[in-house]
């Protein structure tokens, strides 16, 4: 069945930097944009960037821009989120999402990984 | 950035109650917008696409309107399961932005 599996997560310092993975199936991987959303403990859902189907394109939140690169693996149906310069701003939950529905929106969630930003 | 302004933030209604959620965006985000309904610990899920769609297997209950910057989520007759927080967000333009949350409680 379709399904998005983020991995990745942890306890990391200020400043250091963390790499997220997405591991899709189910679905063909290569036909869809994949995006990045978080939710910081008790807070609403932000959402962080997209790529698309291909690569080509890339959009970030500002709030993560310059810091967070998004990147895929075609080949092995696999999303990553590569975060640097890490704040206590960015603690969250963070979820990969897609729309397979042609939609345009978030129809599949992964369960989401938890990043913890702390010294 | 297109700002997204949910009210009211909580709601408390009794089971059978009709509930309406309201949604203002900062600018016309013509029929781009959707509702999720999240419940503690679990992946949002998608109720309403394009203002007014109903996602698939999602209960008629709920019911979406609105065009341009003003929305609503209604939910016909309130059910113990419908306990959970809700929240629109414009596709309109990037970055996608989220209202803030409507935290729904059963009397």
């Known amino acids: 069945q379709v399904q998005l599996v983020e991995s990745g997560g942890g306890v990391v310092q200020p400043g250091r930097s963390l790499r997220l993975s997405c591991a899709a199936s189910?679905?063909?991987?290569?036909?869809?944009?994949m995006h990045w959303v978080r939710q910081a403990p008790g807070k609403g859902l932000e959402w962080v960037t997209i790529?698309?189907?291909?690569?080509?394109?890339?959009y970030y939140a500002d709030s993560v821009k310059g810091r967070f690169t998004v990147s895929r693996d075609n080949s092995k149906n696999t999303l990553f989120l590569q975060m640097n310069s890490l704040r206590a701003e960015d603690t969250a939950v963070y979820y990969c999402?897609?729309?397979?529905?042609?939609?345009?929106?978030?129809?599949?969630w992964g369960q989401g990984t938890m990043v913890i930003v702390s010294s | 950035d297109i700002q997204m302004t949910q009210s009211p933030s909580t709601l408390s209604a009794s089971v059978g109650d009709r509930v309406t959620i309201t949604c203002r965006a900062s600018?016309?985000?013509?029929?781009?917008l959707a509702w999720y309904q999240q419940k503690p610990g679990k992946a949002p899920k998608l109720l309403i696409y394009?203002?007014?769609s109903l996602e698939s297997g999602v209960a008629s209950g709920f019911s979406g309107s609105g065009s341009g910057t003003q929305f609503t989520l209604t939910i016909s007759s309130l059910q113990p399961d419908d306990l959970a927080t809700y929240y629109c967000?414009?596709?309109?333009?990037?970055?996608?932005?989220f209202g803030q949350g409507t935290k729904v409680d059963i009397k």
């Open positions: 999402a897609t729309s397979l529905g042609g939609k345009g929106v978030f129809d599949i």
């Open positions: 189910g679905f063909t991987f290569s036909n869809y944009g």
């Open positions: 790529i698309y189907y291909d690569g080509s394109n890339k």
């Open positions: 600018q016309n985000i013509s029929s781009w």
């Open positions: 394009k203002a007014s």
């Open positions: 967000q414009q596709y309109n333009s990037y970055p996608w932005t």
